[in-house]
């Protein structure tokens, strides 16, 4: 499975663009890139995924360059209730999913 | 979307006795489902996988004597934590998947707290 590396913590204030980068130089041609939050006390919970280029759903979008090192998670307009842990998680389809450190997303009124 | 419950969602015991954990797919079949542990701060980490009809596999370091897991059915399985101590006290997370070719998004329980006494 590839590793990921993400910043430990960052804070942002409310209505900001946040955008988290991860990155995950040994990614394999099948991998997919996925990002799931967690607050405290419960599961996670799955955000988005991806392969490559960009991906958008109704909370968040996802970049991903051509060499597919890195990705961006990116949360238009956050608020107090997105103060939380989001993973980055890279592998292939029926992985079992190996989590990192996480980033600790701090959002101030 | 899919949900995946825990059962109980919290738990007391006390050191020395075995306490069960169930977790279960509402509305879809899981093949395959996966237990997780997390202490206070850290990061999820993955025990067992848990395949439906046969043997869990473990991670390394973890105790299959010590964490039962059984995975009777494509909707249900468990993790009995046998003679608990303090230190298995934790927050434990299962997951499943749907197994679907063009959706392999894990979903997950919302987790257990043990507490060890």
């Known amino acids: 499975l590839a590793k990921t590396t993400q910043p430990i913590s960052m804070d942002s204030y409310e209505g900001q663009e946040v955008n988290i980068t991860c990155s995950h130089n040994?990614?394999?041609?099948?991998?997919?890139i996925t990002w799931y939050q967690q607050f405290p006390s419960q599961g996670p919970r799955f955000i988005i995924q991806g392969y490559k280029t960009k991906v958008t759903n109704e909370v968040a979008s996802l970049f991903i360059p051509a060499d597919r090192k890195s990705s961006t998670l990116s949360l238009p307009r956050v608020s107090l209730s997105d103060t939380a842990v989001y993973y980055c998680l890279v592998g292939s389809r029926d992985d079992k999913i190996i989590f990192g450190k996480g980033t600790r997303l701090h959002i101030l009124p | 979307g899919a949900v995946v419950s825990q059962h109980p969602s919290w738990v007391i015991c006390k050191s020395g006795t075995s306490v069960k954990i169930e977790c279960r797919s509402l509305d879809f079949q899981a093949t395959t489902m996966f237990w997780y542990r997390q202490f206070p701060k850290q990061s999820l980490m993955l025990m067992a996988t848990s395949n439906e009809g046969s043997k869990a596999t473990y991670e390394q370091g973890v105790e299959k004597d010590k964490f039962l897991i059984n995975h009777a059915s494509l909707t249900l399985s468990t993790l009995t934590v046998t003679s608990a101590h303090p230190e298995d006290s934790s927050f434990y997370i299962c997951s499943a998947s749907t197994g679907s070719s063009e959706n392999d998004e894990q979903y997950f329980g919302p987790g257990t707290r043990l507490t060890v006494t």
């Open positions: 040994n990614i394999a041609t099948n991998d997919y």
